[in-house]
């Protein structure tokens, strides 16, 4: 990197884009997300003997591994959240169950997701419904079989039966909880965009400029099951200011982005039980989602008040306990090594710390 532009950056800038301390970072995410791993499998026998006491443990449990990935966004690339919503509907965010419908544009639009979520309060019981491979990768997939996330192989026929029983779970659910629905089924292309409204045309369906196509189903089986659960849907729109794509990598070399948030809310009881008319009604939501999105592309910004939550220090706090308590150990190890009196072993370590320091830019 040119050394006027690090001058520009300042020390902590710096800082954020070296190697040494992503791998800090990703060590204290994995160690921590596999201890905390094992405490929600300790609370296993709880189920059968106090149900509702072992979802509120897993829900903190899973809040601190959540957290480290909020508190890298919004404390080390600082990235800026910004809620176009009206007032009312703002005192009751975090104070009820919500359905929450979003598009699927961004790399980390789960990660601005959560940061919602953690500045309402409901991080720890926020629910998805998402692909059943994202239940394999380790850390976050086990953490949310503790969390009974909901998974679907996205083939209907499959996922019909498993996808009712676990909206049924939900039903007597201890805390407040967010359930996010990608009614697009899949981030958005240009390609996907292409077959999606294929299918429009064939449908007779109006085309959509900004979205693909939304699938119905599981909008409406998750309204049907948790009607009496959930209070409202809020219809949710996000962009990033600058047509900026936001990376997770960006955000771990320090990247500030800016997010915007558009959310409506709509109670759960306008909403059709009929389910072809909850299907006509989620693409009408579609369409109006898609002239936000026209809204936000002409005057870059979301139509209404702004209302943004701030944002509060215990994801900071969460990420560092986990460094205090997994980096000292690793300090001492090193430091032991070079104390070691071997000039292989002394060697060795040096040249690992060096590789950590090394520029690779
Ligand atoms: C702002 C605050 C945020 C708060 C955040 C809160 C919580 C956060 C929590 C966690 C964050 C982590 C986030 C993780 C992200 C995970 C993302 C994913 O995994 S997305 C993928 C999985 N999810 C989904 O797919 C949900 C949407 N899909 C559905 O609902 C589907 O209906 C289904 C239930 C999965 C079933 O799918 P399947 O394809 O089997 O059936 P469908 O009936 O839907 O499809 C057949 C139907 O579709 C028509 N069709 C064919 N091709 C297309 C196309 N390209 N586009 C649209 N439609 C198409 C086809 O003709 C059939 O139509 P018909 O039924 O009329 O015959
Ligand atoms: C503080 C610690 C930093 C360490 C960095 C480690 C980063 C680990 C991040 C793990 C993130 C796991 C969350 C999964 C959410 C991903 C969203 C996603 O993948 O959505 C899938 C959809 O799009 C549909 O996919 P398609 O198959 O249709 O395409």
Not at 72 to 95: F, H, I, N, R, V
Not at 133 to 160: A, Q, T
Not at 172 to 190: A, K, M, V
Not at 297 to 319: A, D, I, K
Request: charged share 20%.
């Amino acid at each position: 990197m040119a050394p006027h532009i690090k001058t520009k950056m300042g020390v902590l800038g710096i800082l954020k884009t070296q190697l040494l301390c992503h791998l800090i970072i990703c060590y204290v995410f994995l160690v921590s997300g596999i201890l905390i791993n094992l405490l929600q499998l300790c609370t296993l026998p709880l189920w059968a003997i106090n149900k509702q006491l072992a979802r509120k443990i897993n829900c903190r449990l899973g809040y601190s591994i959540a957290s480290q990935l909020v508190a890298l966004l919004e404390w080390w690339s600082g990235t800026a959240c910004t809620l176009y919503t009206d007032p009312e509907s703002y005192q009751l965010y975090g104070k009820e169950n919500a359905i929450v419908v979003l598009n699927h544009n961004f790399e980390i639009d789960f990660l601005t997701g959560w940061t919602f979520c953690e500045r309402f309060g409901v991080l720890g019981s926020s629910k998805v419904l998402a692909k059943k491979e994202l239940s394999f990768v380790p850390v976050i997939g086990w953490m949310w079989y503790f969390l009974e996330i909901v998974f679907c192989k996205r083939k209907w026929e499959e996922d019909r039966k498993t996808v009712v029983q676990s909206l049924q779970n939900l039903r007597d659910y201890p805390e407040n909880f967010w359930f996010l629905l990608h009614c697009e089924g899949t981030r958005f292309t240009e390609k996907k965009h292409k077959i999606s409204m294929e299918v429009a045309e064939k449908k007779g369906l109006p085309k959509l400029k900004y979205h693909l196509l939304p699938r119905t189903k599981g909008f409406c089986v998750t309204v049907e099951n948790l009607r009496g659960t959930v209070a409202a849907v809020y219809d949710s729109t996000l962009n990033f200011r600058n047509n900026e794509m936001p990376t997770l990598l960006g955000v771990l070399n320090g990247k500030k982005y800016h997010a915007d948030l558009y959310v409506r809310r709509i109670p759960l009881h306008s909403i059709p039980e009929d389910e072809s008319e909850c299907a006509q009604w989620l693409h009408k939501l579609y369409q109006e989602k898609d002239e936000f999105q026209e809204h936000y592309r002409q005057n870059g910004c979301f139509p209404g008040p702004v209302t943004s939550p701030p944002r509060r220090p215990w994801s900071l706090l969460n990420w560092l306990f986990w460094v205090c308590v997994l980096v000292y150990p690793i300090c001492m190890f090193l430091l032991q090594m070079l104390l070691s009196g071997s000039t292989v072993t002394v060697l060795f370590t040096l040249l690992f710390c060096l590789a950590g320091i090394w520029d690779v830019d």
